[in-house]
């Protein structure tokens, strides 16, 4: 079952209005949900460096707040194979992922991925980046068999995206968000059903 664990939160403020980060998880089941907010309604908006730094945790799926994933936030999480974003993270810090066992991700909000960001990641065949991607550290899918990264936005604004160093060593390829219907039926755009129809789409349809 899917369960909350104990987290330990920070209350912060931003531009005149408070927030929460999640500074530390402990007593983690295998599918972990991050809470909405906190005991007194604050939303959580932040994965703090180190939040869940080698936990035993298989799948996490993140609500509708959560913006920002930390450096080191899930690093050697070693049995992490699914990430649910719904689609609302912007910014991953460094080596937020580095060392799990991710096989898809999709983050169509995010702005700025991290060096190292999934470095490591040996399973992780297909990512998504969605159209705001404004920057893309170094080595960030370095020493893993990524497949296929796609970015939303048009091959014609790719110069105005900060890629760098050796952040992937294929060449990446355009695709525009997913598929409604499909998203839909199956209950997430990460799931690796949507991600084969999405693949036959651009490969096949397009």
């Not at 096989?103 to 470095?119: K, L, M, P, Q, R």
């Not at 990524?146 to 900060?162: C, D, N, V, Y």
Request: net charge neutral.
């Amino acid at each position: 079952n899917t369960s909350s664990g104990t987290f330990e939160f920070v209350v912060k403020t931003e531009n005149g209005t408070q927030y929460c980060e999640l500074i530390k998880a402990t007593n983690v089941a295998q599918k972990v949900k991050i809470p909405d907010c906190d005991s007194a309604g604050h939303p959580v908006v932040r994965i703090g460096e180190r939040a869940f730094f080698k936990q035993n945790i298989e799948e996490v799926s993140f609500t509708y707040n959560i913006k920002h994933i930390d450096d080191c936030a899930f690093t050697a999480c070693a049995r992490l194979s699914s990430i649910y974003a719904h689609g609302k993270v912007e910014t991953i810090g460094y080596a937020a992922f580095a060392g799990c066992a991710l096989s898809s991700v999709n983050f169509e909000s995010i702005t700025s991925v991290g060096d190292y960001a999934f470095a490591c990641c040996g399973e992780l065949k297909y990512v998504h980046l969605g159209k705001y991607l404004e920057s893309v550290g170094s080595k960030a899918f370095a020493q893993g068999c990524t497949k296929e990264i796609s970015l939303g936005r048009p091959q014609s604004e790719w110069p105005a995206i900060s890629f760098g160093k050796d952040w992937y060593s294929g060449t990446p390829k355009y695709s525009s968000n997913g598929c409604y219907v499909a998203t839909c039926v199956y209950g997430s755009y990460d799931c690796p059903e949507v991600w084969t129809l999405r693949r036959f789409r651009d490969n096949t349809l397009g």
